[in-house]
């Protein structure tokens, strides 16, 4: 099994012609990221921009997980009412036609609408599969579970991937332990249901929330010990089932997706991209040593 980190450019000003990301992104190579992460709708000139950032990777050598949004592209101004699963796949279609110059490794989509009922959300999904395999792209899209979204809840989440079982997932994990204000696997109903939807997983966004925030500002603080142990026993489980289910050199990308304020609490010890590396650092030893274990 093979672990890769990407960093997130989120919150971070790509500056003028990408440059600020153009000096950047040597460093980030050189602490051992293999891509970044790159909200596809924060690049204002597609035609421009999408070939410079290919360029930039390009000389570093790092790959690219592309983040997009099938509506409501990063949530500027009110969310567009009356759209339906066939509004998004629409979207869908075009963004991934759109993406294609960027020549992703991954394609990360916060899909769908919370305010869907289920059987809208697993009409997209099925749909979406079917844009994948048609533009050549199968394998490579996974959907994250974000507030906001379809799969916003573990049980809206389980009953579209038992509908939809080919579904891929990002494992972004902090949101439902905010939203349900507890630790996701304590009670014995909570371990069956993720139990239920780990196997679906195919990229984490290792980022601990608590269960009264979705990003912890210091995840090594003892106070935040229970929430980092949960996330922690989580995402190995991911590890662990992925090794049982895939071939001995399957690759697991990992981001530690840390972003701004208002996710980063004002007054912070650190920056969010302080703690985006450090984790980055911790959890590639972590999950490195993990890894080599189920080999043993």
Not at 60 to 73: G, K, R
């Amino acid at each position: 099994m093979i672990i890769t980190r990407f960093r997130s450019v989120w919150g971070i000003d790509s500056g003028d012609n990408l440059n600020n990301w153009a000096n950047w992104f040597p460093d980030l190579k050189k602490q051992g990221y293999t891509g970044v992460e790159v909200d596809i709708h924060g690049l204002q000139n597609p035609d421009r921009d999408f070939k410079r950032l290919r360029e930039i990777c390009d000389q570093v050598d790092l790959e690219i997980s592309a983040m997009v949004h099938s509506s409501w592209f990063q949530y500027l101004g009110p969310r567009p009412v009356g759209l339906t699963a066939e509004n998004h796949l629409q979207n869908y279609r075009e963004l991934l036609q759109l993406i294609e110059p960027l020549k992703p490794v991954n394609i990360n989509f916060q899909s769908g609408e919370d305010a869907w009922d289920v059987e809208e959300s697993i009409k997209f999904y099925r749909g979406t599969l079917k844009i994948d395999q048609a533009l050549g792209v199968a394998g490579r899209v996974v959907h994250e579970t974000h507030r906001n979204r379809s799969l916003f809840t573990p049980y809206a989440t389980r009953k579209i991937l038992e509908a939809v079982p080919q579904l891929r997932i990002t494992a972004d994990f902090s949101h439902w332990m905010v939203g349900l204000e507890r630790l996701l696997d304590i009670g014995e109903g909570d371990r069956a249901m993720m139990d239920a939807i780990i196997p679906h997983v195919h990229h984490i966004h290792a980022r601990i929330g608590t269960t009264q925030a979705s990003q912890c500002p210091e995840p090594l603080n003892p106070v935040f010990k229970e929430e980092r142990l949960c996330m922690e026993r989580l995402w190995t489980r991911v590890l662990q089932t992925r090794f049982e289910q895939s071939d001995s050199d399957t690759e697991i990308r990992f981001v530690p997706e840390y972003g701004p304020f208002p996710y980063h609490p004002i007054g912070s010890i650190k920056t969010h991209s302080q703690v985006a590396d450090e984790e980055g650092q911790r959890l590639q030893t972590y999950f490195t040593e993990f890894a080599a274990s189920l080999k043993a």
